[in-house]
């Protein structure tokens, strides 16, 4: 049974940084695509951000500029950084993993950004 386990939340001011990660436990083979997805207080949940095995990464509006997501591949691992947190990125965060057969989502982590 794979498990995608996300760490990295907390809470930030606003202006500040936090790294998520997502790690798959158990072997996955033929990833496709690895994500970030959120969910708002009271919202849908929403595309982040993607990152395909080729091609290039595709971005949320509102995150442009501000969150960069990488992959390794070997470790079936992606990761969000994102800076200059704003208060209307408080959400929480969840992972997607997709193959060809599967389509994995992480727990969910809170981010909060608040003064």
């Known amino acids: 049974q794979v498990q995608l386990v996300e760490s990295g939340g907390g809470l930030v001011q606003p202006g500040g940084s936090l790294r998520l990660s997502c790690s798959a436990s158990g072997s996955i083979f033929s990833v496709n695509f690895m994500g970030w997805y959120r969910q708002p207080p009271g919202k849908e949940r929403e595309l982040v951000a993607v990152?395909?095995?080729?091609?290039?990464?595709d971005y949320a509006k509102p995150v442009k500029g501000r969150f960069t997501i990488s992959r390794d591949n070997a470790k079936n691992t992606v990761y969000l950084q994102m800076n200059n947190l704003k208060p209307e990125d408080t959400a929480i965060y969840y992972c997607?993993?997709?193959?060809?057969?599967?389509?994995?989502w992480g727990q969910g982590t809170q981010v909060t950004v608040s003064s």
């Open positions: 997607n993993i997709k193959g060809p057969a599967f389509n994995y």
């Open positions: 990152i395909p095995r080729v091609g290039i990464t």
